[in-house]
């Protein structure tokens, strides 16, 4: 299962994103961006799937995959 990483430009699209993820069953926690990642706001998502989803609709700045605390940028 891939761990990502999404960054927003606002609170309100950060919550707004978690509330998609949960409807979809998703595993996902809101916390601080990490100090590797930068980004407009200070909420990031952390979620895990192997499902990929369409992100339209969605405002996301940046999405990135983790692997061993190594943040990669795939959006």
């Known amino acids: 299962m891939s761990e990502y990483i999404a960054t927003f430009f606002s609170h309100y ?3 707004t994103f978690y509330n998609f993820l949960k ?7 809101l916390a601080p961006v990490p100090r590797k ?3 407009s706001c200070g909420t990031c998502v952390f979620f895990s799937t192997d ?3 369409d992100f339209t609709g969605h405002e996301l700045e940046a999405l990135y995959i983790e ?9």
């Open 37 to 39: 990642v930068s980004a």
């Open 51 to 53: 499902a990929s989803f």
């Open 13 to 15: 699209d950060a919550l």
């Open 67 to 75: 692997t061993s605390g190594i943040y990669t940028n795939v959006l």
């Open 23 to 29: 409807e979809k069953s998703v595993t996902a926690k």
